[in-house]
């Protein structure tokens, strides 16, 4: 057996949960100590207690001392069989032969007790049935309930039982399985929605690691490449003895490098959520150390201003991702035009696009990167397209993004 995996609720102290772990055993989870193995033999043997009727029975001396000796040496054997197959059964490895050889024991033993012995022993049939129950595959459960239920028919006729204990024992052996294949499939169920929870949780927590790399990416690709400008003009400055002006570059750096660090903490703690006109004013200083312009009509930042969040955080991201590339890929780009229009669908939805394009030598045949990517699935959560390729003429790079006009409104007064 496995240690125990020790789980406590909140509002508990550690050594509590460690012991409450120790007994619980929650339907369709594994056993994972021994002591959790103690306890649900404990409960499954309580359900022998039904052997009562053919235990008075021998204590009633109506058999003789051979009688007696082989019905006890019965019950014995079967309670021994049944505690094995609840053993095995809770052990993560099953063995199905032993299983076979164990639930066929104890269908022998309640034939031979009960022709032996008489009627009283019929109640083993009863066990025995749940027992076939808890190792029949489902597709022939059935069809084995229905066979106990006619052997246990049988040996009642055999014996010369009465019809009511024929039938009574007949149909509380059927209905006993019927019952218990019911609780197999039902902890069966329960297995597979704790595995899928489990699975939905691991996704989550995928998915969360996904949205973190990609803000990461986006807000230090843009950051450092900045910075690498920054530190490249300070040092042509320092060479050509400008020390204000590498002053000014230098800080320059500590200010970006200070959002830097500000930006990743909220985006660690999931709160960074970009807008257009933040964006816009970056994106103009980021350009202009790159020594490109930065072409935008001043009302773009109010286009869409009923625009909702996330919609507009991700033409936020495509306004961040655009101007980065151009900063680190837009070799011998001057110019750098930023516009905004409305589009209207087949479908009758209605699409804000954001156009960013360049004048530079264009992306050539590399292949799309990390950003790039991380940006379309972005405007994918949010029902949005991207769209790059070579500017007008085949010059320069253009970046695309659409999203669909939902607009939010505003809260009706109390």
Not at 196 to 214: G, K, P, Y
Request: proline share 4%; charged share 20%; glycine share 8%.
């Amino acid at each position: 057996m496995s240690s125990t995996r020790h789980t406590h609720r909140p509002d508990e102290p550690p050594e509590v949960g460690v012991a409450r772990a120790s007994f619980l055993n929650v339907p369709g989870s594994p056993i994972e100590s021994r002591r959790q193995l103690l306890v649900k033999v404990a409960w499954m043997t309580l359900w022998m207690l039904y052997l009562a009727y053919p235990a008075s029975d021998l204590l009633h001396g109506r058999h003789g001392t051979a009688g007696t000796a082989f019905g006890w040496c019965c019950l014995a054997t079967f309670m021994v069989a049944y505690v094995l197959l609840v053993i095995f059964r809770s052990q993560a490895g099953m063995r199905p032969r032993a299983c076979l050889v164990i639930v066929t024991t104890m269908i022998g033993l309640a034939v031979a007790a009960s022709v032996v012995l008489g009627g009283a022993f019929l109640t083993l049939f009863i066990y025995a049935s749940v027992c076939v129950a808890i190792i029949a595959p489902a597709r022939y459960a059935l069809h084995a309930l229905v066979a106990m239920a006619a052997l246990t028919a049988a040996v009642g006729a055999g014996i010369g039982a009465g019809a009511d204990d024929i039938s009574t024992f007949a149909l509380s052996a059927f209905l006993s399985g019927v019952a218990m294949t019911g609780l197999q499939r039902l902890v069966a169920t329960m297995k597979e929605l704790r595995e899928a929870r489990a699975a939905v949780a691991h996704l989550a927590a995928s998915e969360e690691r996904l949205r973190l790399a990609r803000d990461l990416h986006d807000l230090l690709g843009h950051s450092l490449s900045l910075i690498t400008l920054k530190s490249e003009l300070a040092g042509r400055f320092m060479d050509a003895g400008k020390d204000e002006a590498a002053r000014a570059q230098v800080a320059d750096i500590e200010q970006v490098a200070r959002q830097s660090l500000i930006d990743v903490r909220e985006a660690v703690t999931g709160f960074r959520r970009p807008t257009l006109p933040v964006e816009l004013a970056a994106a103009r200083t980021a350009l202009g150390t790159a020594q490109v312009r930065l072409e935008a009509a001043p009302e773009l930042v109010d286009s869409w201003p009923s625009l909702a969040d996330e919609e507009s955080g991700a033409l936020a991201w495509a306004l961040r991702e655009a101007v980065t590339n151009v900063v680190r890929h837009g070799e011998g780009a001057t110019v750098c035009t930023v516009t905004a229009d409305e589009r209207w669908e087949a479908n009758g939805e209605r699409y804000a696009v954001l156009e960013i394009t360049d004048n530079g030598r264009g992306p050539g045949k590399s292949q799309p990167g990390n950003g790039l990517s991380g940006l379309e699935e972005r405007l994918a959560l949010v029902g949005g397209r991207l769209e790059t390729g070579p500017g007008e003429r085949g010059k320069g790079f253009r970046l695309r993004a659409s999203v669909p006009l939902r607009t939010v409104s505003a809260p009706n007064p109390l």
